[in-house]
């Protein structure tokens, strides 16, 4: 499976992107799917997560009630709808598939990974 993330680009403080990312194969349907990102000088951190049904959504405190995860398995596609964004999201966003239904914490259960797409947040 091949990911592709796009979306990102340079916005000032306050304002909203939507990233998504999508699948070269329907297999990614049935399994979670997460966003990741990092920083300049920074470890990769999650952001959002989205079990293979839809039935969980998963935030770090930083992005609830401004990112809002969902997908469309119809299409093999996952977005992140990023509001009020902030100079503390900039980063290079990546999505990731995980290995099985659910969002696991660990990084190393995902099993592919996304070019990134960088997201700049001017204050």
């Known amino acids: 499976v091949q990911l592709q993330a796009f979306g990102g680009g340079l916005v000032q403080a306050g304002g909203f992107l939507r990233l998504s990312c999508a699948a070269s194969?329907?297999?990614?349907?049935?399994?979670?799917v997460a966003w990741f990102r990092q920083a300049p000088g920074k470890e990769r951190e999650f952001v959002s997560g989205?079990?293979?049904?839809?039935?969980?959504?998963y935030y770090r405190d930083s992005v609830k009630g401004r990112f809002t995860i969902s997908r469309d398995n119809a299409r093999d596609t996952v977005y992140l709808q990023m509001n009020n964004l902030n100079p503390e999201d900039t980063a290079v966003h990546y999505c990731?598939?995980?290995?099985?239904?659910?969002?696991?914490?660990?990084?190393?259960?995902?099993?592919?990974w996304g070019q990134g797409t960088q997201v700049t947040v001017s204050s």
């Open positions: 194969r329907r297999p990614s349907r049935n399994n979670g």
């Open positions: 989205i079990t293979w049904n839809s039935s969980d959504q």
């Open positions: 990731a598939v995980a290995s099985g239904g659910r969002v696991p914490s660990n990084q190393s259960d995902y099993r592919y």
